[in-house]
C-alpha cells in the first residue's frame, strides 16, 4: 500500500486516538518514565511506527496531552467568569466546568493532574494559561469592587489549591462519586476564601 493512499491515511488518523488513551492509561498508571512506546503502541493495537509518525516520542506525545487539556481548562476558565452575572455565580459557573471536563474525561483529567509539576516548566507564564487568566479575573474583581482588596497571586493559588487538592484525593479513591457533585461545596469555599477579611 502506498504511503500516500487515502486507506493507509486513514489507518494512520484511527491510530492516533488509540495511541493517546493507552499511552493515558499507561502514563497515570506507571507513570510518564516507566511507560515505553512499545508498551503504549501494544496496548493501542499499533506498531511503534505507527506511534512515531504521529509524534516524536513519549515525552512529546506526553507534553501534548498535558497541554491539550491545560490550554482547555485556560479557556473554559476565562468563559465561564467572563459571562454576566454574580461573583458567585461566576464562579460557580467555572467550578461546575473544571468539574465536569474532569467527570466527561478522568483519564486525561487526572494524568494532567498528576503531571502539573512534570510539564509546567514547560509553559511558561503567558496571558492565556490558566493561572494567569484566573489572575487577571480575579485582578478585575478587585478593582471593580467585586471582591475585597488583596493579593491577586494568592487568592488564585488558594482557590485553584481547593479544587486541585480534592481532585488529588479523587485520583486516590478518597472523594466518592463524581466530581460535579462537589460544585456547591467548592463554590462556597472559594467564595470564603474571596471574601476573607
Given at each position: 500500500m502506498p504511503a500516500n493512499s487515502p486507506e493507509r491515511k486513514e489507518r494512520s488518523r484511527n491510530a492516533k486516538p488509540r495511541i493517546e488513551r493507552a499511552a493515558l492509561q499507561l502514563f497515570v498508571d506507571e507513570g510518564v518514565d516507566a511507560a515505553t512506546t512499545r508498551q503504549i503502541a501494544n496496548q493501542a493495537g499499533v506498531s511503534e511506527g505507527a506511534l512515531y509518525r504521529h509524534y516524536k516520542g513519549k515525552d512529546e506525545l506526553a507534553l501534548a496531552l498535558f497541554m491539550e487539556t491545560h490550554n482547555r481548562l485556560g479557556e473554559m476558565l476565562s468563559e465561564a467568569l467572563s459571562q454576566p452575572g454574580t461573583v458567585e455565580e461566576r464562579i460557580?459557573?467555572?467550578?461546575?466546568?473544571?468539574?465536569?471536563?474532569?467527570?466527561?474525561?478522568?483519564?486525561?483529567?487526572s494524568f494532567h493532574l498528576v503531571s502539573l509539576n512534570r510539564f509546567l516548566p514547560h509553559d511558561t507564564r503567558r496571558e492565556n494559561d490558566p493561572v494567569t487568566r484566573f489572575e487577571r479575573i480575579l485582578e478585575a474583581m478587585i478593582a471593580a469592587g467585586e471582591i475585597p482588596e488583596a493579593d491577586p497571586a494568592l487568592l488564585t493559588a488558594m482557590t485553584l489549591g481547593i479544587v486541585m487538592q480534592a481532585?488529588?484525593?479523587?485520583?486516590?479513591?478518597?472523594?466518592?462519586?463524581?466530581?460535579?457533585a462537589h460544585a456547591p461545596a467548592f463554590t462556597r469555599a472559594i467564595l470564603a476564601v474571596l471574601y476573607q477579611k
Open positions: 460557580h459557573r467555572a467550578v461546575l466546568a473544571y468539574c465536569t471536563l474532569a467527570d466527561k474525561d478522568w483519564l486525561l483529567f481532585a488529588q484525593n479523587k485520583i486516590y479513591n478518597r472523594l466518592p462519586g463524581p466530581f460535579s
